[in-house]
């Protein structure tokens, strides 16, 4: 059995994720980096457990969910819905399949978990979550794991026992643990962790100086994930089209060909246009930022929400990300586009409208937890008896 280390050293806490998509590991390092804040004394340790694999595996456990979100997406909402639901044929026979696949491809991930003492675990994906808690069964390692769901709605995948405390984002996403028999007690609703930037308000006037804007008109953001896929070029002429004068910044993250390619589209002169890849400075572009274009990722979605903007939801991913869109829809925080050629009209309707786009900026800013990574690593360093 892994021992814990004593009172008197130095507390090693591991944030653990994996890079399905950017979501999971940007809120690994939200929560990494409040830990460090909270507890300096600690050494803080964030992993993308994807590293420890063979190569064949992260191909097929990254790469195809993002081939999928770009070219199938309702095939990978309706394996979603299924996996989730009560009496799905097959399911537990296809869980002890995906739980021995994981764990002979985990084996190194396993080998370094186990080669140091640790005093904590906090995953921000349940891959990680789920082989400790099949080395917890077996008395193989101690020290006590919590599980941060990273969407709007908790998935049954994200419930992995023995775990000691769950943080989901909303009341509903508890209820769903609770179907799934997660005890109340175990469950603590505090949102999706951002960067501690996040929990401190933003100079309007200020970010836009930063980051080059001028801001003497509507400022409209568009996000394109962390890996810029999906429909963005037509998202991107759609928003071209808004007869409002505006000033667009698009974000195209590590995808420096799309970045390339819009850079080639000339807009109308009524508009400014910044086109930008990848960003550590998303509180900054955010504090710039009136509106947020984007699919209901569960991070960008609580980074818009803790900057308390407006979201036009375009093309959410069937599963995770359509649940994520009713959260929003339901608490008046945005509209939705179902198609690109609607988006325009839409995103007009609000320009014209300040008195909407102010109610739909403050219903986001009141459904916002900014510090919900504090929030999350105060309760688990007393959970763990670090404080």
Known sequence: MAKRLAKSSRPRILVLSAAVGAGHIKAG???????????????????????????????????????????????????????????????????????????????????????????????????????????????????PQVTVCTDFDTHRLWVNEPCEHYFTATEEGKLHLQHWTVPARKITVTGIPVMPAFSKPADRVECCKRMGVKGDRPVVLQMCGGFGVGPVEGVFRSLLDVATPMELVVICGRNAALKTKLEEIKPPSKHRVHIVGLTNEMDAWMGCADIIVSKPGGLTTSETLARGLAMVVVNPIPGQESRNSDYLLENGAAVKANHPSALSYKLEMLLKNPERLKQMQAASKAIGRPRAAYDIVEHSIKLAGLR
């Open 29 to 143: 390092e939200a929560v990494a980096a409040a830990a460090r804040e909270l507890l300096p004394e600690a050494d803080v340790v964030a992993k993308d457990v994807l590293e420890f694999t063979p190569a064949v595996f992260r191909r097929v456990y990254a790469k195809t969910y993002l081939d999928l979100v770009g070219r199938a997406p309702h095939l990978l909402g309706y394996v979603y819905d299924k996996m989730d639901e009560d009496k799905a044929f097959g399911r537990k026979l296809g869980d002890r399949l995906r739980i021995s696949i994981d764990k002979l491809n985990l084996r190194d991930f396993q080998k370094w978990l186990l080669s140091e003492p640790c005093d904590l675990v906090i995953n921000t994906h349940f891959l990680s979550a789920e082989r400790i808690a099949q080395l917890k069964l077996k008395d193989k390692f101690s020290a």
